[in-house]
Nanobody
């Protein structure tokens, strides 16, 4: 069973930055496509960003393009999300996800973390 553990959330002022991390606790991270999703209160979970197993391809939701950067360090079994120019609309619980390589194209992931809260104050 793959375990994903997010960290790095917190309270930040509008315009600020945060970096989220997701540690893969079972098996080499390099075998998985990975992604970040987020869910605001009373809203559905939304896609944020995804990255292929080798890191060669990335894609983003339109709402975060140019502000967020997804990356991974397979040697450290860790996924990252650098978030800049944060605004109140970015307030949500952020979840990392992992799945087979096809997950990158299908947005269907098998493994999920517990989430980390990001709150942006205006």
């Amino acid at each position: 069973q793959v375990q994903l553990v997010e960290s790095g959330g917190g309270l930040v002022q509008a315009g600020g930055s945060l970096r989220l991390s997701c540690a893969v606790d079972e098996g080499p991270a390099s075998r998985y496509a990975m992604a970040w999703f987020r869910q605001a209160p009373e809203k559905e979970r939304d896609f944020v960003a995804a990255i292929t197993w080798g890191g060669g391809s990335k894609r983003y939701a339109d709402s975060v393009k140019g502000r967020f950067t997804i990356s991974r360090d397979n040697a450290k079994n860790t996924l990252y999300l650098q978030m800049n120019s944060l605004n109140a609309d970015d307030t949500a619980s952020y979840y990392c996800a992992a799945g087979p390589p096809t997950s990158y194209y299908e947005d269907k992931y098998e493994y999920w973390g517990q989430g980390t809260q990001v709150t942006v104050s205006s």
